[in-house]
């Protein structure tokens, strides 16, 4: 059998604590709180396709999401050796991408499975000129999941898993 599926959705976050009282330090980088942050606010959606038969199965799936007013910390101009950073509204955060999984079952006690995901998520429409256009930070370009299983004797399962992620960089 073929599924088609899809969704379309709305969320928002609010500012943590941290982010909208508490300044902090790291060597000489200071980053300020910000109390007039507002919450983040997302709009998503996906669609897929799966196929579903007795001894394999697969499915493609395309995803959008754009965050209104990303929270980001944002450098600031100042005189002297030490950084300066503010928490702020930056502009919007989209992601878009694709997934894709495959399995095989050549026997009822053995599979083999694959999936990756491809994602491009950057900064638009960006009140901070420094971000615009640039990746997102921790979200990496791709990963790459691998798994094969077999039922052996005595209700045991063993199992050999290997992921692969793409670079990706904190901020």
């Not at 006690?109 to 995901?117: C, D, E, Q």
């Not at 420094?130 to 370009?141: D, F």
């Amino acid at each position: 059998p073929v599924v088609v599926r899809g969704s379309i959705a709305t969320s928002h976050r609010w500012p943590t604590l941290n982010e909208l009282v508490r300044n902090f330090q790291v060597g000489n980088v200071l980053t300020l709180a910000n109390e007039a942050l507002q919450p983040e606010r997302a709009r998503t959606g996906d669609i897929a396709m799966a196929f579903d038969q007795r001894r394999w199965s697969a499915s493609v799936a395309g995803f959008w999401s754009v965050v209104d007013d990303a929270v980001a910390n944002v450098t600031l101009p100042t005189a002297g050796p030490g950084i300066t950073r503010q928490r702020q509204n930056a502009g919007e955060a989209h992601a878009t991408g694709v997934e894709f999984d495959a399995e095989v079952r050549p026997t009822s006690r053995f599979r083999v499975r694959a999936s990756a995901t491809i994602v491009n998520a950057r900064f638009r429409h960006s009140l901070e000129p420094a971000l615009e256009g640039n990746r997102l930070p921790q979200v990496p370009r791709g990963t790459l999941s691998r798994l094969a299983d077999a039922s052996l004797p005595r209700a045991i399962t063993a199992s050999l898993v290997l992921r692969t992620t793409a670079s990706q960089f904190d901020d």
